[in-house]
């Protein structure tokens, strides 16, 4: 029966640095990876559904109800071809949740993903990731 090895070298960081955002997700064999993006950080918020109604003699409608997702597109660069390759894995992965400082999970949703792999030993990757961080608490009438 073959044998395969392979020399891994992990750098292990002490600390984590203070502004980034911690990504984790389910791999193809059950495991979880994750990365931190320390990359520019962009806050975005989309208008979901929202319930108007046109009251009698009113020249402008009146809101019932609107909801806005919240969500972040983050940023990872200067990565190796085998790093950008690891991270691809998110775009497949049933489960994505972001960790916070404090330790507690957020499950989030992966609304886009773009990477462009060079091939080559010296070219450096970059990633952007864009996320929903679901539904924001919202004022209703």
């Not at 190796?80 to 390759?85: F, H, Y």
């Not at 404090?102 to 989030?108: K, T």
Request: hydrophobic letters at 35%; glycine letters at 8%; a neutral charge.
């Amino acid at each position: 029966m073959p044998q395969y090895t392979k020399t891994l070298t992990i750098q292990i960081q002490r600390h984590c640095p203070a502004n980034g955002i911690f990504l984790r997700w389910l791999n193809p064999i059950c495991g979880w990876d994750g990365w931190l993006f320390t990359g520019d950080t962009d806050e975005d918020a989309a208008e979901g559904e929202s319930s108007y109604y046109l009251p009698v003699g009113a020249r402008v409608e009146t809101v019932l109800a609107k909801q806005v997702n919240d969500g972040l597109t983050v940023r990872a660069g200067n990565l190796t071809n085998d790093q950008a390759r690891a991270i691809r894995y998110i775009q497949s992965s049933p489960r994505v949740q972001r960790v916070h400082a404090d330790g507690s999970i957020q499950e989030v949703k992966l609304l886009s993903y773009n990477d462009k792999i060079i091939a080559g030993a010296d070219k450096r990757q970059s990633i952007q990731l864009q996320i929903d961080l679901g539904k924001r608490n919202t004022q209703t009438n």
